[in-house]
């Protein structure tokens, strides 16, 4: 069996204010930590990066919440592959747009993204179904519906 680490973050930028008034939740980041290998895999505006070694534990300690998941070593695996293979891949302020308007406007059937992009709490979403987890379109899901889903207490 192995961890795995979600990390949720806000702070005080008008970005993430802004993020966290629309979704109405108290996150407005994500991030998905392999404790085992001291990387941390995130969707940030310059793109899809990996944080490792000391940059890993600095960044974890700036986090208000974390949930850590134990999966089988398939499934880590499965989630490791993914998540290396969308490195230095772009931002996906289209699928950043298509979630806010889903948040504004639920009862508008609005399925708009780039599956080649991520936001930080799709990317994290996409590499929990590559695991155990089974999200309704985990490419547009809000910082604040991966901490409901995943029982982190608002």
Same mark, same amino acid.
């Given at each position: ?5 979600? !990390?949720?973050?806000?702070?005080? +930028?008008?970005? +993430? ?18 404790? *085992? ?8 505006? +310059? $793109? ?12 974890? *300690? ?12 398939? &499934? ?15 931002? $996906? ?6 979630? $806010? ?11 708009? +993204? ?8 799709? !990317? ?7 695991? *155990?987890? *089974?999200? &309704? ?18």
């Amino acid at each position: 069996m192995c961890r795995v680490s979600v !990390l949720f973050y806000r702070s005080d +930028s008008w970005l +993430s204010r802004l993020i966290r008034r629309v979704t109405r939740a108290q996150f407005s980041h994500v991030g998905i930590g392999m404790p *085992d290998r001291l990387t941390l895999f995130e969707a940030l505006g +310059s $793109g899809i990066v990996i944080r490792e070694g000391l940059a890993y534990f600095k960044r974890r *300690d700036e986090a208000v919440a974390m949930v850590k998941i134990t999966v089988s070593e398939g &499934d880590y695996a499965q989630m490791l592959l993914f998540l290396n293979r969308r490195i230095d891949r772009k931002y $996906g302020f289209i699928n950043f747009i298509a979630a $806010g308007i889903n948040v504004l406007f639920p009862r508008l059937p609005l399925v708009m +993204s780039d599956g080649r992009k991520y936001i930080c709490s799709g !990317l994290v979403a996409e590499a929990l179904c590559k695991g *155990d987890f *089974d999200f &309704d379109e985990p490419a547009l899901m809000t910082p604040g519906d991966l901490a409901r889903e995943l029982g982190v207490k608002e």
